[in-house]
C-alpha cells in the first residue's frame, strides 16, 4: 500500500527543515542575543521566562496563546471571503479589523512564549523551530501590513496581504504540530511508571552523601523496563523523585542541590525537593515523587500516588469507589467464599474454552455446515466472556490493575474483528484468515490477561477472588441459561451476520 502522497511529501519536507544545519548559526546567535539581556536583568528576567514557559500555571502557555491569532485571523479571513462574494456591511468589516488587531495582539504574545521554550531546544527541533517562528513572523507581518493597507483604505490590498499571512499562519501550525506531536516538545518526559507499588528496599542508608544526588532503579515488569529514580538525603531526611526530568528527560541525578531545589542539568529547570514542583522553568510538570522510609538502615521507596493516578500502590485504597456490582459482591454472605473458585481459575478456563472452540473449528472442513454452528458458539461465549469480565471482574481489579484500560480496548478490538468474520463465507479463503487474526487477537487478550492481569489480581487477597469467583460462575450460568438472554445474543449474532 502507498503512503499518503500529502503525508510523505510534508515528511520528506520536514526532514529537509530537520537537516538544514546552515540555521545553526543564526539559531544560535539568536539565542545568546536573547540570553544576555536576562543574565544581566538576574531575577526578573528569571520571573519573566517562568511566566513565558507556563511554569506557574502548570502548562506551557504557547499552545494557548496561539489559539488568539489562528482563531481571529481565521474569523477575519472568512469575513473577508464573505465579502469577495458580495456579503460586505459596514459591521463586518469593522469585524474584521478588529479581529485582525485582536490576532495581531495575541500573536506577539504566543511569540513571545514560543521564543522562551524555542531557546532551550537544539539540533533538529530548534532548526524545525526556527522556520516555524520564521514562517508565523512572516504571517504576522502580513497582517499587521495588511492592518495599515486596510486603515489607508486600500482594501483589496489589504485582503490580499492578509489571505497570504493567513496561509502562512496554517503552515506555521503544521510546524508547530510536528515539534509538539511528532517531535515531542513540551510534552512531559518523565517517567510515570506506578512501580513500585509497595515500599522496596533500593539503598543503604550509609551510601548516601549529603547533598549528592544518587540514581537508583526500579523494574516496571508490564512496561519492561527499569526507571531510574534520584534520592538526596538532606539531615536525617530523604527525598525522592523521578530521575528523568521531565522537560527533555535531563538526568536529575547528575544535577546538584540548591536551596531546597534539584537543578537539572541540561536547561536549569529547579524542582522542589520537597513537592517535585518546578519552582523555576523552563519545566511546567511536577516530578513523579516517591514516599520514603527507612527500615533497618536501608532507604526503602514506594511511588505516590498523584491527582488523575489510576493506581499506584498494592494497598486496596479505603476510598476507592465502588462499582454496583463490586458494591453488590461485598454483600455476598462470606461463608459461601471459601468454597467457589478464584475469578483468575473461572476465567482461566474460560479461555480455555474458547480456545478450543477456535481449534475445532479450524479442524472443521470449510464445506462442513457445522462450521457457521461452531462459529456462533464461538461468538456467543466471547460475548459472554466479555460480558463478566466488563461487569464484574475488570471494575474489581481496576483498584490493583493498570491493565485494565488496554483491556476495554481489546475488547473492542476483538468485537470488531468477530462482527467482520460473522459476515465472511465460512468457506472462503477470507474466512479461515479472519479467524486466524481473531484467533491470534483473542489468544495475545487473553494471554496478558493471564500472564499480567490476574496475577496483579492477587493482591485482592484470596477471599475476594473466591468471592468474585462465585459472581462471575452465577452470572456465566444465566448468561447461557436465561432464555431472554440467549435470544438475544441470537439476534445480535444474526444481524452480525447479515442474515
Ligand atoms: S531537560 Fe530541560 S530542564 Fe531538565
Ligand atoms: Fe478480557
Ligand atoms: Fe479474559
Not at 481571529?72 to 468589516?93: C, V
Amino acid at each position: 500500500m502507498k503512503p499518503p502522497r500529502f503525508a510523505k511529501a510534508a515528511n520528506a519536507g520536514l526532514g529537509r527543515i530537520e537537516a538544514a544545519t546552515s540555521l545553526d548559526t543564526p539559531g544560535y546567535a539568536v539565542e545568546t542575543a536573547m540570553a544576555r539581556p536576562a543574565q544581566i536583568a538576574g531575577s526578573p528576567a528569571q520571573r519573566l521566562g517562568n511566566a513565558l514557559h507556563g511554569t506557574w500555571f502548570g502548562h506551557p502557555i504557547h499552545p494557548m496563546l496561539v489559539t488568539l491569532p489562528l482563531g481571529s485571523w481565521t474569523l477575519a479571513f472568512g469575513l473577508d471571503l464573505l465579502a469577495a462574494l458580495g456579503f460586505r456591511t459596514r459591521a463586518t468589516e469593522r469585524t474584521a479589523d478588529t479581529a485582525l488587531r485582536a490576532g495581531a495582539a495575541g500573536a506577539v504574545a504566543a511569540a513571545a512564549a514560543g521564543m522562551a521554550d524555542w531557546q532551550h531546544t537544539n539540533g533538529r527541533d530548534r532548526r524545525v523551530g526556527t522556520v516555524h517562528a520564521l514562517v508565523n513572523g512572516t504571517a504576522l507581518a502580513l497582517h499587521v501590513a495588511s492592518i495599515a493597507l486596510r486603515g489607508r483604505g486600500q482594501l483589496r490590498e489589504g485582503r490580499m496581504a492578509s489571505a497570504a499571512g493567513w496561509a502562512c499562519m496554517v503552515v506555521g501550525g503544521y510546524l508547530g504540530g510536528h515539534m509538539v506531536y511528532r517531535r515531542r516538545i513540551g510534552v512531559d518526559q518523565a517517567d510515570r511508571s506506578p512501580e513500585p507499588r509497595d515500599f522496596q528496599p533500593v539503598l543503604p542508608l550509609a551510601e548516601l552523601e549529603e547533598n549528592r544526588p544518587r540514581r537508583v532503579e526500579v523494574w516496571d515488569g508490564i512496561e519492561r523496563k527499569t526507571i531510574g529514580i534520584v534520592l538526596v538525603r538532606q539531615g536525617a531526611r530523604v527525598h525522592a523523585m523521578g530521575a528523568r526530568c521531565s522537560h527533555m528527560g535531563g538526568p536529575l541525578d547528575q544535577g546538584w542541590v540548591l536551596g531546597g531545589t534539584l537543578v537539572c542539568p541540561w536547561h536549569g529547570s529547579r524542582y522542589d525537593l520537597e513537592t517535585g514542583w518546578p519552582v523555576s522553568g523552563p519545566s511546567t510538570c511536577p516530578q513523579p515523587r516517591y514516599a520514603v522510609r527507612l527500615q533497618h538502615g536501608m532507604v526503602e521507596i514506594r511511588r505516590q500516588q498523584e491527582p488523575g493516578d489510576e493506581v499506584v500502590t498494592t494497598a486496596r485504597p479505603a476510598h476507592a469507589p465502588m462499582s454496583a456490582p463490586d458494591a453488590r459482591l461485598r454483600q455476598a454472605p462470606r461463608d459461601q467464599a471459601p468454597q467457589a473458585r478464584k475469578a483468575d481459575e473461572v476465567l482461566f478456563e474460560h479461555h480455555q474454552l474458547i480456545r478450543r472452540l477456535f481449534e475445532t473449528i479450524l479442524a472443521t472442513p470449510g464445506e462442513d455446515p457445522q462450521r457457521r454452528d461452531l462459529l456462533r458458539t464461538l461468538a456467543s461465549e466471547l460475548e459472554i466472556h466479555e460480558h463478566v469480565e466488563d461487569h464484574i471482574f475488570y471494575p474489581a481489579v481496576h483498584p490493583v490493575s493498570e491493565d485494565v484500560p488496554i483491556a476495554h480496548s481489546e475488547h473492542r478490538q476483538l468485537s470488531d474483528l468477530l462482527a467482520e468474520t460473522l459476515k465472511l463465507n465460512t468457506a472462503s479463503p477470507e474466512f479461515e484468515e479472519h479467524l486466524r487474526a481473531l484467533y491470534a487477537a483473542m489468544d495475545h487478550h487473553a494471554g496478558s490477561e493471564e500472564r499480567s492481569m490476574f496475577r496483579e489480581a492477587q493482591r485482592l487477597g484470596d477471599a475476594r477472588l473466591r468471592e468474585l469467583g462465585q459472581a462471575l460462575e452465577e452470572m456465566l450460568e444465566d448468561q447461557r441459561t436465561s432464555r431472554a438472554r440467549r435470544a438475544f445474543r441470537d439476534l445480535k449474532i444474526r444481524l452480525l451476520e447479515g442474515f
